[in-house]
């Protein structure tokens, strides 16, 4: 998880989004700390 990927995950946390737009496929696997993924609402 690099810096970008960590301040998303926080901001989804902090902001209640789960809903993502990124060319990144890693938020697959990452959880916030209530136990939710985020979705990537773009699919390559």
Known sequence: MDL?????MCI????G?????SIDS????YKTL????LTNLYKN
């Open 17 to 21: 989004i789960y809903n993502i737009i």
């Open 12 to 15: 989804a946390e902090r902001e």
């Open 4 to 8: 970008a990927d960590a301040s998303l």
């Open 26 to 29: 890693d938020f697959s696997i």
């Open 34 to 37: 209530k136990g939710k993924y």
